[in-house]
């Protein structure tokens, strides 16, 4: 059964205080590990995906890195605009080797930023 | 930008009771997909389709639940007989394909209330 844990929980910062978000996970065959943004109410809002490990992908103060066993957001300079619950979530494949999009999430980072 | 669209944002409803959730996903998607976010927990897959048919479903989408694609735009999430761990967010995706990895957007989701 694929698993995806977050860490921290909760994360709070200063405006301009760069840190990173970590999401491990286990998966039979990662197909896909993709980040979302949750703003409260909301729907999940997609930010990343990434395929294999090594690759990095980045969006404006946002960087997605990944390797076999976690993943990593980076967030540099952040603004207030980014307090929102960050979501990890994996996309691997069923016992038959196939994969019909069926998304495992974590529980979130919630980021807080102050200004 | 094209976008997913689910009404209503806010369905409240007796025990016991049959609701329908609706879905516009994005037009030249061909995977739909629905999840739910218990408050407080996370986002947790329910069952994809395609071709007019269910490619997956989880251990939570029993018999209480179907799906349907009535026409060409929209999807639909029926809960038949509506039970108080039935109260939740409901979110609709979609994805353009799964040959390769397609990112699923989701919608903003119905609340759903049981009494």
């Known amino acids: 059964e694929d698993q995806v844990t977050q860490s921290p929980e909760a994360l709070r910062l200063q405006e301009g205080e760069s840190s990173s978000l970590n999401c491990s996970y286990t998966?039979?065959?990662?197909?896909?590990l993709f980040w979302y943004r949750q703003d409260p109410g909301k729907g999940p809002e997609f930010l990343f995906t990434l395929y294999s490990a090594g690759e990095e992908k980045e969006k404006e103060r946002l960087k997605a890195t990944l390797t076999k066993k976690e993943s990593f957001l980076h967030i540099t300079a952040p603004k207030p605009e980014d307090s929102a619950t960050y979501l990890c979530?994996?996309?691997?494949?069923?016992?038959?080797?196939?994969?019909?999009?069926?998304?495992?999430f974590g529980q979130g980072t919630i980021l807080t930023v102050h200004p | 930008e094209p976008e997913v669209t689910q009404t209503p944002s806010h369905q409240v409803t007796q025990m016991g009771q049959e609701v329908i959730l609706r879905c516009v996903p994005i037009?030249?998607?061909?995977?739909f997909y629905w999840y739910r976010q218990i408050l407080g927990q996370k986002v947790e897959f329910l069952v994809s389709f395609y071709n007019n048919e269910i490619s997956e479903k989880s251990e939570i989408f029993d018999d209480q639940f179907s799906v349907e694609r009535p026409d060409g735009s929209n999807f639909t999430l029926k809960i038949r007989s509506t039970k108080l761990e039935d109260s939740a967010m409901y979110f609709c995706a979609s994805s353009a394909g799964l040959a390769l990895i397609y990112t699923q957007y989701f919608g903003p989701g119905t609340r759903l209330t049981v009494l």
């Open positions: 998966v039979s065959g990662l197909r896909g």
């Open positions: 037009s030249n998607h061909l995977y």
């Open positions: 979530a994996v996309q691997g494949t069923n016992a038959g080797g196939t994969s019909y999009g069926k998304l495992t």
